[in-house]
């Protein structure tokens, strides 16, 4: 049986009727630049996230350079990122002409290593981006104990966690400002590029707003420089169409979480992570080997409410996370690799001194091992049967 890693269509299409409704909608009303669709889902999303402001942007990405800027980050100062990510969180960085500093990953959670980031601090760092990977929050306490004793601004990158929770808090009204995506591969996917920027302190949601229009307030009186980072009102009202269903999205995906998790658990070779390892390479190495774990799944803490916009393994071995992978496709599973290479051992910053790019080892070994399958939302219980039977047959070569 063949199993795509993402069905958007299967989401989609059952909601063909009420989308139609809402591009007809906008459609008809002729406001094609922001106006009340716009408004209402910055308002319906702040509200479900527990921020002040929604701030809509063109895209995840833009919504965090919007944050940067916003902030008055730019060159000369440092910020902190994951080197484990998306290149967006690092590159948003770049951008404003900063200085992206990587931190190491841990090996449970794949979100920034805390205790590596405090020892990354210089007297030029403004900022730390933590990202909440793969649908569960990073450690917010330590981020925000961090932050708050060095004086640094904390932009949480919720582009895959939009709705997690991190000890009842929705993740992304924990710091200074929050950014989510909407890409189509997103949980709360849109038609197109899309995303969210929101904060509970006014001045920086004004600020925020104001450069979000080329900095303009009234029209063609600019107070500053800023972008053209408008989110559209056909993408806000087809979304706002989809939010609505959110909630039921998030509950089938935990639910192909935990299946996944209790069925794979039982074969050979197959271990959950052991969140008593995740701060220590040594002891994690030493943990691996005793367990004698091929598969090591992956587990949301207690504390969090995990949304499984991935859910990625880590296979352990020299040359095995390939060799599944290919395993997998011949079989016709999708899968992917999230992410192959960190950002410190990206081309484009090498030009970042070598302290910026330093101690990131447990980023690059998880770089070599990991790999995501299908998890999304309609997944059926055959398709998931025949996503465990891959793996066992894997495991059984």
Request: aromatic fraction near 8%; glycine fraction near 8%.
């Amino acid at each position: 049986m063949n199993v795509p890693l993402l069905d958007v269509n299967a989401q989609n299409l059952p909601l063909e009727a009420e989308l139609t409704a809402a591009f007809t909608k906008v459609l008809r009303s002729g406001q094609f630049i922001m106006g009340p669709e716009v408004d209402a889902l910055e308002k319906e999303c702040a509200a479900m996230v527990h921020a002040s402001h929604g701030i809509g942007c063109s895209s995840g990405t833009d919504a965090i350079l919007l944050a940067l800027m916003a902030l008055g980050i730019g060159p000369g100062d440092e910020v902190l990122v994951p080197t484990f990510t998306f290149f967006a969180t690092a590159g948003c960085v770049s951008r404003t002409g900063a200085t992206p500093v990587f931190v190491d990953a841990c090996p449970v959670c794949f979100n920034i290593d805390v205790s590596k980031a405090a020892a990354k601090i210089t007297p030029k760092t403004k900022a730390i981006i933590p990202v909440h990977l793969f649908g569960q929050s990073a450690d917010m306490d330590a981020v925000m104990a961090l932050a708050n004793a060095h004086n640094l601004f904390v932009i949480e990158d919720g582009a895959q966690a939009i709705g997690a929770l991190y000890k009842g808090r929705p993740v992304g009204s924990i710091g200074h400002f929050g950014t989510y995506s909407f890409f189509p591969s997103k949980n709360l996917g849109g038609f197109g590029d899309g995303g969210l920027l929101v904060t509970s302190d006014d001045a920086l949601a004004e600020r925020a707003r104001l450069l979000r229009t080329h900095g303009s307030k009234p029209k063609y009186y600019h107070k500053a420089v800023g972008g053209n980072f408008r989110l559209d009102p056909l993408q806000a009202a087809l979304l706002r169409v989809k939010l609505a269903h959110y909630s039921e999205y998030t509950t089938r995906r935990q639910a192909n979480a935990a299946h996944y998790s209790a069925a794979l658990a039982q074969l050979p070779g197959v271990v959950p992570a052991d969140p008593a390892h995740c701060k220590c390479a040594a002891s994690q190495d030493a943990w691996l080997a005793d367990s004698g774990a091929r598969i090591v799944l992956p587990v949301p803490y207690a504390h969090n409410s995990h949304i499984w916009n991935q859910f990625t393994l880590r296979i352990i071995g020299q040359g095995q996370r390939d060799a599944f992978k290919n395993h997998l496709s011949s079989l016709g599973i999708g899968c992917e690799i999230y992410y192959p290479v960190t950002m410190d051992q990206q081309e484009c910053f090498a030009y970042t001194p070598d302290a910026a790019r330093a101690d990131c080892a447990t980023a690059h070994r998880l770089a070599s091992e990991v790999i995501s399958i299908p998890i999304f939302p309609e997944l059926s219980a055959a398709q998931r049967d025949a996503v465990i039977a891959a793996v066992a047959s894997f495991l059984a070569a």
